[in-house]
């Protein structure tokens, strides 16, 4: 069996990355030749986990994944996952004290582009992609992927910004009407030169790919 089909049959109860979005993440990777891959959010680790075995039925490749220490809190956590598929030694978990934006930081002043393929999936409010996006695009190298998740997301429609009214009231009622991450893919992407080669509705993915020119 492959890695990829022993993620699926081990935890299809565990939130969040379906199997349509797998499969369509294991398209990308392949068709991109991404060795390389970040991720920024990786909750139970179950997104990881494919990214991880997409790469081991290649036998190559390395994931880089950010989170907070409350991502390594759940039941079952991201060692969890990776233990049971024996996947450990194609990913690097970072926990974040913050938020991703400080490890980003790390990264970038270690120096280097190294990175062929972000998957995009944490802080999906206008700061947190917003920048986000413009600390990944100084790690990626150019012609890489920033696949973008939650295009439709807004505060307004996100229920645990509902369930946390003291926190939702900060923002205002445009901003929360807003779709932050579709936002930061019209305002931001073009000005850093990357286009937008799809929009996955179904999956509510964003595909956007950084300039083969771009330093
Ligand atoms: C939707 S979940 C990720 C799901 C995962 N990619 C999957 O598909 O299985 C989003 C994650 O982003 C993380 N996150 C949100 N804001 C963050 C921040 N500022 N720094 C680090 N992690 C953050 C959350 O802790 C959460 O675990």
């Known amino acids: 069996m492959s890695k990829f089909d022993l993620v699926t049959e081990k935890f299809a109860s565990v939130p969040y990355m379906r199997e349509a979005q797998a499969a369509a993440l294991k398209e990308l990777i392949i068709a991109n030749q991404a060795e390389n891959i970040l991720e920024i959010g990786f909750y139970h680790g179950k997104s990881s986990a494919y990214i991880a075995a997409i790469l081991e039925d290649q036998k190559r490749g390395h994931l880089t994944t950010i989170d907070l220490k409350t991502a390594v809190a759940r039941k079952p956590n991201i060692h969890d996952l990776f233990d049971a598929c024996d996947l450990t030694h194609r990913v690097t978990p970072v926990i974040a004290h913050r938020s991703y934006t400080w ?3 790390k990264m970038i002043h270690a120096g280097g582009q190294r990175f062929d393929f972000c998957y995009f999936d944490g802080g999906h409010t206008w700061d947190g992609t917003g920048f986000g996006v413009l600390l990944v695009d100084m790690l990626l190298k150019p012609g890489g ?10 505060i307004a429609g996100s229920q645990y910004f509902q369930s946390k009214p003291a926190l939702a009231e900060r923002y205002s009622e445009d901003e929360a009407a807003t779709e932050t991450v579709r936002r930061v893919s019209e305002l931001i992407l073009p000005h850093l030169g990357y286009t937008m080669e799809q929009e996955l509705r179904e999956l509510r993915w964003g595909v956007a790919r950084k ?5």
């Open 103 to 105: 490890e980003l930081q």
């Open 145 to 154: 992927i920033l696949l973008l998740d939650d295009m439709s997301w807004s």
């Open 211 to 215: 300039a083969r020119t771009a330093r």
